[in-house]
């Protein structure tokens, strides 16, 4: 699926443009990325001047000197490309929705619901790095939350209602819902679909517990057809961010850069959740001598392949578990050096027996 950067260049491809300069200092990593979302903000037009300007960037994002094709900050009577074309462009596609459902906002407690906020907050920004923000939609969004908000909510879609309603009003029937407690990984044949919905849930416990699987059962009371997907690592859901922001970059990894899921949970999977199934994983390698349990130390080199772990996360985890690591040499001393000792005690037996 293209992501908004790509349709933009494809647009000033289409106008000629092989290479864009900026009349201001563009803090993104993609350039094209940041221009059209600043055009659709209303915050400037692509202009031609009578004179080149530096910076400039070709289509492929490299440093290429001047250009008279200029993104102005400002905007001109001699606009080429300004926000109508960009949305008459974008109009030729069907972007899905990603929805976070806000139903169990009152069931958080203040320092739940700032956690929340803070996630939907970063969900946002994550948003704008592939498509718009209008493509992000809020349901259920009382004013105890917006008031909650620190992001522009006039800049993404905001639904006071239910998320079968929204669903409905813009003519959609089914959806997919991310849930951890499903039994079929998403997968790329999933990502035709018009819809992806996110529980806006933190600590899923006490009434939260069970909650998404609960936002699906609404779904399909309401006439909407859920097809329930997970996220997991490796067929098991420990490791996997549970963070909506995280859930959300996951997701867009997936359909916009074709990452494979193992490739996006990595990309961004914390450490504190790389520990988890680190904890998880170890004790299937554990080797019992006398009263030391003890695992390789090359074990580290095979979970930090698709765990996100430093040395330092493989140490703590083995003295959590109260394990030892040694390298495989190591343990086969230990081993001989055991077995030999063992035999030397039954030596010992077999004299003493003959007394």
Request: no cysteine.
């Amino acid at each position: 699926m293209k992501s908004l950067g790509l349709i933009f260049k494809e647009l000033l491809e289409s106008e000629g443009i092989d290479k864009i300069g900026g009349l201001h200092r563009m803090r993104g990593d993609d350039p094209f990325q940041e221009m059209a979302i600043s055009i659709l903000d209303g915050k400037g037009a692509i202009i031609r001047l009578d004179e080149p300007v530096k910076p400039a960037w070709s289509l492929d994002g490299e440093l290429v000197g001047s250009s008279r094709f200029v993104y102005s900050p400002s905007g001109h009577d001699d606009t080429l490309i300004g926000r109508e074309e960009i949305k008459r462009e974008l109009s030729k596609y069907e972007h899905p929705y990603f929805i976070i459902d806000l139903m169990y906002w009152d069931e958080h407690t203040d320092k739940e619901k700032r956690k929340l906020a803070l996630q939907l907050n970063q969900s946002y920004g994550l948003i704008r790095d592939y498509l718009w923000g209008e493509r992000l939609v809020l349901t259920w969004l009382n004013k105890r939350a917006e008031s909650s908000m620190h992001f522009p909510l006039q800049r993404i879609t905001s639904f006071k209602g239910p998320t079968h309603k929204f669903l409905a009003e813009n003519g959609m029937r089914e959806a997919i819902l991310l849930d951890p407690w499903a039994e079929k990984d998403i997968k790329p044949e999933d990502f035709i679909s018009k819809a992806f919905i996110i529980g806006g849930i933190v600590d899923k416990t006490g009434n939260k517990k069970g909650a998404t699987p609960r936002m699906g059962e609404k779904l399909q009371e309401n006439g909407i057809k859920v097809k329930r997907r997970r996220i997991s690592l490796r067929g098991d859901t420990v490791g996997v961010p549970d963070r909506i922001n995280l859930i959300l970059e996951i997701l867009l990894k997936m359909i916009f850069e074709d990452k494979k899921m193992e490739e996006a949970i990595l990309e961004v999977q914390p450490y504190k959740d790389a520990r988890w199934r680190l904890r998880k994983e170890l004790p299937k390698h554990k080797i019992k001598l006398g009263k030391m349990v003890i695992v390789e130390k090359e074990l580290f080199y095979e979970y930090s392949r698709w765990l996100n772990i430093r040395w330092k996360d493989f140490q703590k985890v083995v003295d959590d578990l109260k394990f030892i690591a040694l390298e495989k040499d190591e343990i086969r001393k230990v081993i001989t050096k055991m077995s030999s000792r063992y035999w030397r005690v039954m030596d010992s037996s077999d004299v003493l027996g003959e007394f």
